[in-house]
């Protein structure tokens, strides 16, 4: 089973939601859309299920133009954040309900519920009604009627983005579980990189209606092609900085300079954009090449194990993650230290010039 998207495009109302696409996704793979709010992953998701029409392009399933097909004669299983259950009826008959629409009855039926619900951990609330259990369970008999479908193509759209963390964290590691097996290509929309980062499988990074990158997980993560693509696959986004590099020296913010050690010895002199992730960004110089920046400390933010730290540098906004808690006082001059291994540089135009020594080591 393989679904392929062809040049798909969709504008509405003027207004475009998705731009020229073109993405293949084979049988038995986790397939995450990862992008901010509005980035356009539910809009690329209802056109594969087949619940819009593109305004240009085609949809293939297993090598079939089904663009003009109803998801209705699609095998299309899809799970939203919202939970969507029949508040009516039983958790049974909930997970039954697909498998009595298309016709399936008796003992077979009975046997694939139980199965679904036993996969699910749901055995025990069969009985109940879905308002009856706590929001997990409700999203787990979502997923079971999605599971219990035998689906081609299985679309799960922000499906824990309402439930708290410890059910979020139970249900991030069993997904991929629970559907390994069945051999459908699923794709996983999410807001944060590191649930993309705990699922697996391959990650497609979406901005304003446009997939920038779509490759192994982990490879998109450490080696983003542009800097849309790194701000994108980062919690808070990446911090970027305007460099030039004369010889041996680097020239940023305010008439600043700094030796260019490691990586960086190897560019060409000229104009970039270094990028580098929240969590490098130290207050304490750990390595004799660390390049310190002088910055003014704007507000901070704890967390209970870790403190954001949100930065001016020069007009530029930062933000760094320290691990800890650390009482900082708000406008004091803060002196930070970001190690050269984890500087990615990009073009002025942000095509991924080299990426970050570390990342290429891992």
């Not at 798909?8 to 995450?32: A, Q």
């Not at 799960?156 to 579980?177: F, G, Q, S, T, W």
Request: net charge negative; hydrophobic share 40%; with cysteine.
């Amino acid at each position: 089973m393989t679904l392929e998207l062809r040049n798909i495009s969709k504008v509405v109302n003027g207004v475009t939601h998705i731009r020229p696409t073109d993405l293949v996704l084979e049988k038995g793979t986790m397939n995450i859309l990862l992008g901010p709010t509005l980035s356009g992953k539910t809009s690329l998701m209802r056109l594969m299920a087949g619940l819009d029409m593109p305004t240009g392009g085609q949809v293939f399933w297993e090598g079939q133009d089904v663009t003009g097909v109803r998801v209705q004669d699609r095998g299309v299983a899809m799970v939203y954040q919202q939970f969507i259950n029949y508040p009516s009826m039983s958790v049974y008959d909930n997970i039954a309900s697909p498998l009595r629409i298309s016709g399936m009855s008796g003992a077979e039926l009975d046997k694939a519920v139980k199965k679904a619900a036993d996969l699910i951990k749901l055995t025990p609330m069969l009985d109940r009604k879905p308002l009856e259990l706590s929001g997990g369970q409700q999203q787990r008999c979502a997923l079971a009627r999605a599971l219990v479908k035998d689906a081609g193509l299985v679309l799960l759209d922000e499906p824990l983005a309402n439930l708290d963390y410890k059910l979020r964290e139970e249900l991030r590691a069993e997904i991929p579980k629970i559907f390994e097996e069945s051999g459908a290509v699923f794709v996983y929309a999410t807001t944060e990189p590191e649930e993309a980062l705990l699922l697996g499988g391959s990650t497609a990074t979406l901005w304003e209606g446009r997939i920038t990158q779509f490759d192994a997980t982990p490879y998109v993560y450490r080696q983003p092609v542009d800097a849309t693509t790194a701000r994108v696959f980062s919690d808070p986004p990446m911090n970027f900085l305007k460099i030039s590099k004369t010889g041996a020296k680097l020239m940023f913010g305010d008439g600043q300079t700094a030796p260019a050690t490691g990586a960086l010895e190897d560019l060409a002199d000229g104009r970039y954009l270094a990028g580098f992730r929240p969590n490098h960004v130290e207050i304490e110089n750990h390595t004799k090449s660390a390049m310190a920046f002088e910055t003014s400390l704007v507000v901070t933010e704890l967390t209970g194990s870790e403190t954001f730290v949100h930065l001016d540098h020069h007009g530029e906004r930062w933000v760094g993650l320290l691990h800890g808690v650390h009482n900082l006082e708000i406008g004091a001059a803060l002196r930070v230290y970001l190690d050269p291994s984890h500087v990615y540089i990009f073009s002025e135009d942000g095509t991924l010039v080299a990426p970050a020594s570390y990342a290429l080591a891992a």
